[in-house]
């Protein structure tokens, strides 16, 4: 199985970036790849005058790297998305991915292929602090889906700090993580 593991983290040592490299290791049997969204270059949609409605090409921004995500997620057989919680939601990367899909989106058949991907969600973030929050957001931009397809990970029921970017060296967490995608693959 193809598995793209997409990090929406701003941070290099935080609990995405354990939890990615965990699954990566763990799953070696399948092709797994990952991108770190943080690294790659996604112009935000603003300074501009909506010349993607007419046409995809006339973006200004149509160079940056936002094809390269959605071709990539497009080419795998499951991409799980990595979204930590940043104030009751996902971080800014995440909504720029999701903003400059209407530039991407060229066709109907490309958008077809793209919703035809099987896809699911860890998200990092205590109910407290707007992880349920995020997990509706992601839901509701991804209407096919349900909790089923969503991992919340809440630090607190781990005695485990949401900064320190340890969660993934609890047993329980990684046991959680394994059950959570054998389930999906």
Partial sequence: ??????SFSGRDNGNCNGILKFITHHYDTHSVSSINIKNLNIHGC??????????????????DDIELIY?????SDLTIFLVPTY???????YFAFRERSQCVFKSDTFYKN?????????V?????????????I????????TYESVLLLQSHNY??????????????VQNEIINFIDSLI
């Fill in 1 to 6: 199985m193809n598995i793209l593991l997409l």
């Fill in 46 to 63: 603003f300074n501009c005058n909506y010349q993607c409605f007419n046409s995809s090409l006339l973006c200004p921004y149509i160079n």
């Fill in 71 to 75: 071709n990539k997620i497009i080419n």
């Fill in 87 to 93: 104030s009751e939601a996902p971080p800014s990367l």
């Fill in 114 to 122: 793209y919703t035809d991907v099987k896809k699911a969600f860890i």
């Fill in 124 to 136: 990092l973030g205590n109910k407290t602090s707007g992880g349920l929050d995020t997990v509706n």
């Fill in 138 to 145: 992601l839901l509701n931009e991804e209407k096919k889906y």
């Fill in 159 to 172: 005695n485990q700090s949401s900064i320190k970017g340890e969660l993934i060296k609890c047993k329980t």
